[in-house]
């Protein structure tokens, strides 16, 4: 970045307001994704599919639409989910154009929770989206973000929908916070998988799949910039914990603030993600409080998880599935989480399959 800068005549030394605007300079020399070319390669329906596909090979779950069914909206769908043997799993319904009275963002929810308290009831789940809608005969693209996004919260909602606890308080994705998102990171893992682009990314036009040379460039952009976005986020991570490690009388935030950060030796050039005094999962509820970590917690889940599948060389592999659905996706809160993961991947959780990811390895 102080190439970039020099060569444009700045005369001074990179500080930390400048890293994003350098940052950004850079990431187009090296790595200028043409996302609406990408878009052309997503569309809604065969991502949907691609969802289906992979609950499908991983967990032997079937997806039949069921237009008969009542919903709140004429554009939700429905799907009755049934198992290998053909057996009821659940209702699911997804509800993915965005419209003027909807909350934005994209979530996970249920209508009814799973349960065997008093007798079995089997859940009803919905993902809701915020997808531009397409014109009239066009297809709906979207961005590979949004892809990803489709796969998180339809990982949340395998969770509920395969969940099989007895009691509605454990059920579904009632986990702890740096747990439940677990599941949904780790079905990111499969958009980006050969098979799944080779089947499901072809191109709204030609019908051509996504092309070699611009996976891999998806795959490298994904790395870049990650050792200031993780020291970025452990900065704030490491303040909500040391924060929360000690009882103030009369807390000075600013001093605080800087005395932690001195103690961590933090970098000159790159700020906390959230300073302080807005830094809300702080202090505004308990849910969050001394909880930031688990995002970063969650990545190493995910980044761990998925890699007992490559490690078992087959991204579908039955023994693997089988336990990630008996011990995660299926067990609510039943059992303490870090025995569940345990008992899935057969060990704790270990760092090295995230430092992968991020390309720190
Ligand atoms: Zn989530």
Known sequence: MQAVA?????NFKIAAHDWRFYAEKLRRERYDLD????AAYFQLDRMIAAAFYVAEKLFGLRFAPRDDLPTYHPEVRAYEVLDREGEHV?????DYYARSAKRSGAWMSNFRGQSNLDGPVRPLIVNVMNFPKPPAGRPALLTLTEVQTLFHEFGHALHGMLSNVVYPSMSGTSTPTDFVEFPSQLYEHWVLQPEILRLFALHCDTGE???????ELVIAASRFNQGFATVEFCASALVDFKLHSKSYENLDVEAE???ILHDIAMPDEI????RTPHFS???????YAAGYYSYLWSEQLDADGFAAFEEAGDI???ATAERLKNFVYSAGNQRDPKAAYAAFRGRPPQPEALLRKKGFA
């Open 271 to 274: 700020v906390m993600r959230h």
């Open 209 to 215: 799949p996504l092309p070699a040379p611009m996976i």
């Open 281 to 287: 999962h702080v202090f505004s509820g308990e849910s």
């Open 316 to 318: 579908f592999d039955p």
């Open 35 to 38: 996302q609406s070319a990408l």
């Open 257 to 259: 603030e800087h005395a």
């Open 6 to 10: 020099d060569s444009e005549g700045a």
């Open 90 to 94: 659940a209702v699911f319904l997804g």
